[in-house]
């Protein structure tokens, strides 16, 4: 399996993704908006794009949908409930997605972000998971734009908590930096975050870290719910907060001041 991530450059900061058949040269792209930055970048690494897939129904994640379809002929990949005009193929989970001859991926279904929401996981030696906006680098997706947190922190307790720590992390956008200081602000202990900090606060977007869910277990606060030091500064925000308070209370008690930070 070939992986390319593509930086846009953008306002909203995203990345796009070609993932392709090395035997082939089939490849999906992984919501386009900046449909011209993947035809070039296909045409560079010599791919055709026959398949895209959205990871969920917001405009900054669909709105290359028509003009790349318009290029390649590609068929429109989303879950099957996804508000998404001309879905030719509408997954569910545990659908497997198949690129050339090589490449196997698996839709999981992952509410949350939105309600109708994809991440794909890769049937491969180093599994990789394209979250699209269930889950960033040292952070998680907002709930606003028609998702609901307690639906986000299931998804995360019952389906990303499980994966192995060598799986590859694919986000759709790059917030790194921003959802480190988060961390920092949450756990100022965590020294991990802060060495991390200091090295991807003026990384290159266009060869940005890739990590792992090891590592985001190290800093990612949503990730590390039991760590005294993030209950502790949270009782400091919630004073009514229990003394051994449920992971759920505090994902949600996260969640709702990292909506506001």
């Excluded at 997605?97 to 049937?123: F, N």
């Excluded at 947190?149 to 720590?165: K, M, R």
């Excluded at 991990?192 to 869910?213: C, G, H, I, K, P």
Aim: proline share 5%.
């Amino acid at each position: 399996m070939i992986v390319e991530q593509i930086w846009t450059g953008n306002s909203f900061r995203n990345f796009h993704y070609l993932i392709a058949c090395p035997e082939t040269g089939e490849a999906l792209a992984i919501d386009p908006l900046d449909h011209q930055r993947c035809l070039d970048r296909a045409k560079a690494r010599g791919f055709t794009i026959t398949q895209i897939l959205n990871t969920h129904e917001h405009g900054d994640h669909t709105g290359g949908n028509a003009p790349l379809i318009a290029a390649t002929g590609a068929r429109l990949l989303a879950h099957a409930k996804a508000k998404i005009p001309d879905i030719d193929r509408g997954l569910s989970a545990k659908d497997v997605i198949r690129v050339g001859k090589t490449v196997e991926l698996e839709a999981l279904d992952t509410p949350g972000h939105t309600m109708s929401h994809i991440c794909l996981l890769s049937h491969t030696d180093t599994p990789a998971l394209f979250s699209g906006d269930t889950m960033f680098n040292a952070g998680v997706g907002h709930c606003k734009g028609g998702g609901h947190p307690q639906s986000l922190y299931q998804t995360f307790s019952s389906q990303l908590h499980g994966l192995a720590d060598h799986t590859q992390l694919y986000p759709g956008h790059d917030y790194i930096a921003n959802n480190l200081r988060f961390t920092l602000d949450r756990e100022p202990d965590n020294a991990r975050a802060r060495s991390l900090l200091a090295e991807v606060e003026d990384q290159d977007t266009n060869q940005a870290l890739v990590s792992t869910l090891g590592l985001e277990r190290q800093i990612n606060t949503f990730f590390r719910l039991q760590s005294p030091s993030v209950i502790a500064q949270l009782r400091e925000k919630f004073p009514d907060l229990p003394e051994h308070p449920d992971t759920e209370t505090v994902f949600l008690k996260l969640r709702e001041l990292r909506n506001s930070w």
